[in-house]
């Protein structure tokens, strides 16, 4: 069974960066087009990020310029660089293939911007 375990996540304050990392069990992550997801508080979880096998990225406008995903097909890695954090960036963000699987859906890793 698949695992996604997310890290990095943590208190910033606005402007500042955190590196996100998902780590995906098994050896199908090289065909799969994953992608980074939040969910803040009294909203639905979104999709901000998307890495496709074929080496394609897309991008929420709402971090489009700030944010980028990069992924490590020999370490089973996607990882999520973002930079001029916001308050309004503050959330559980959560990794997962697109479209999302239910069952692989793991405990996220929060993210809070604020001074």
């Known amino acids: 069974q698949v695992q996604l375990v997310e890290s990095g996540g943590g208190l910033v304050q606005p402007g500042g960066s955190l590196r996100l990392s998902c780590v995906v069990s098994g050896s199908i992550f090289s065909i799969l087009n994953m992608g980074w997801y939040r969910q803040a508080p009294g909203k639905e979880r979104e999709l901000v990020a998307l890495?496709?096998?074929?080496?394609?990225?897309n991008y929420a406008d709402s971090v489009k310029g700030r944010f980028t995903i990069t992924r490590d097909n020999a370490k089973n890695t996607l990882y999520l660089q973002m930079n001029s954090l916001k308050p309004e960036d503050t959330a559980v963000y959560y990794c997962n293939q697109d479209p999302p699987y239910d069952s692989w859906w793991g405990p996220g890793t929060q993210v809070t911007v604020s001074s």
């Open positions: 890495s496709t096998s074929g080496g394609s990225t």
